[in-house]
């Protein structure tokens, strides 16, 4: 945001504990939108994280291990699943970690189950919502509540193969480099404002389990990174471009 942090929180000393204030959300448009900012508060620990998983976790792994530092500068306050049993809800608990189970089955159409999704996020007061392998679209209830703080990675260097098969479709077009993007999530499929991205080469010999196993390594990094750089120095939208810090 042009003309540095609104809140006037400066840089994290070492070792604080931290909580996350001033929220400040706007539809994205021509007009800044400027997200969390972390200022130090004695005995909360950092910006409150809610993950949601679909399948193996790894990604939702790599942000559990990342929050057992101090220095990252959040906690994960619940982990939630569209299905069961998810292996990543397995690794939830055994973190201890609060979870959900919100089916698509068990509600009468999609709102309605937005809207349940919605509720049970919201039940943990998150500061950030991370779709870390959630293979759902959200919807309107969803975003309107956490639109523009809820963040989505997906294995292909958007906007090119958007959508559930990025990586196959990557391969199928025959690219020499794809990777991975963290993004803001919208109502668009993969289609919100771009946060950060990694490339990731391809191989000869590369097939799609091959190729998603190695872009995965790069993505659970970008993941973690820009997560974590988001919860410490804020963020802030403009059109669809997105700045971490002032
Ligand atoms: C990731 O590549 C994610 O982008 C995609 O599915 C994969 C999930 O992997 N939507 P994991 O469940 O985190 O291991």
């Not at 089916?103 to 039940?123: H, K, N, Q, S, V």
């Amino acid at each position: 945001m042009a003309g540095g942090n609104p809140l006037g929180c400066g840089p994290r000393p070492l070792g604080g504990w931290y909580l996350a204030i001033g929220l400040y959300c706007a539809p994205f448009g021509d007009h800044p939108a400027t997200y969390l900012r972390v200022v130090e508060v004695s005995g909360i620990k950092g910006a409150r994280l809610v993950l949601l998983v679909s399948g193996e976790g790894t990604n939702l792994q790599a942000l559990i291990d990342a929050c057992r530092d101090a220095d990252f500068g959040a906690q994960v306050v619940a982990v939630g699943a569209d299905r069961g049993p998810a292996n990543g809800l397995a690794r939830a608990e055994r973190a201890g970690l609060p979870c959900f189970t919100v089916r698509l089955a068990d509600y009468p159409g999609r709102e309605e189950w937005d809207a349940a999704l919605t509720r049970a996020c919201a039940g943990f007061a998150p500061d950030l919502v991370v779709l870390a392998g959630f293979m759902k679209l959200v919807g309107k209830s969803f975003l309107d509540t956490f639109g523009g703080r809820c963040v989505n990675t997906h294995p292909a260097l958007l906007p090119s193969f958007p959508g559930t098969h990025g990586v196959r479709d990557a391969l199928a077009h025959g690219v020499k480099v794809t990777g991975c993007t963290v993004l803001l999530v919208d109502d668009g499929v993969d289609a919100g404002p771009i946060v950060a991205q990694a490339s990731v080469p391809v191989a000869d010999d590369d097939d799609e389990v091959t190729l998603h196993e190695r872009i995965k390594v790069a993505e659970r990094a970008l993941l973690v990174s820009t997560v974590g750089r988001m919860v410490r120095e804020g963020w802030s939208v403009q059109g669809r471009k997105v700045r971490i810090g002032s």
